[in-house]
């Protein structure tokens, strides 16, 4: 009876396991995509991003466009590979954080009343920033190369740890 009473357990735990691995690869995948082509857009119409960093007024536009394209682009393939998921979600999010306090700060203001809280989530950086803040907080899931990579580290601790207990 206890047999079986386990098989259920688990059996009823699969589907929202599978759900939310689910969820986050998605989530993944499609930042990453989003922030992939973002990054790209940026590196390749250089000059037209510096002039549109410059006209919202930040300090040293070519350097902010660099880091931004930067970012994007890096970021958004770490995220479709899985790979360091929660730095580099880390790091878009303070990218989307910077968009949400500077070019979107008077939308998201007039979002912010009553009558207008719905229209929030039209505004793609705080929305992509509390995505990417799941993730920091999620990682990547088991579908990821830091799931490869965090096993391949268990295991070669284990290695270690048994070839320094026979030592």
Not at 107 to 115: D, G
Not at 124 to 129: F, R
């Amino acid at each position: 009876m206890s047999a079986f009473i386990d098989f259920l357990a688990v059996t009823c735990r699969l589907p929202v396991f599978l759900a939310g691995q689910a969820a986050i690869l998605v989530t993944r995948l499609i930042l990453g995509l989003i922030f992939l082509q973002s990054g790209w857009a940026k590196i390749e119409n250089f000059p037209k991003f510096v002039q549109q960093f410059t006209d919202w007024g930040f300090v040293a536009p070519t350097l902010n466009t660099a880091m931004a394209a930067g970012t994007e682009f890096g970021c958004g393939i770490l995220l479709i590979l899985g790979l360091g998921t929660r730095l580099a979600a880390a790091l878009l999010a303070v990218t989307m954080l910077v968009a949400t306090l500077t070019v979107h700060r008077s939308e998201v203001v007039n979002a912010l009343s009553y009558e207008n809280i719905a229209k929030l989530t039209d505004i793609s950086p705080p929305t992509y920033l509390i995505f990417l803040l799941w993730l920091v907080g999620f990682g990547g899931g088991k579908i990821a190369v830091d799931r490869l990579v965090e096993m391949w580290w268990r295991r070669r601790r284990a290695d270690q740890a048994s070839a320094a207990a026979k030592a």
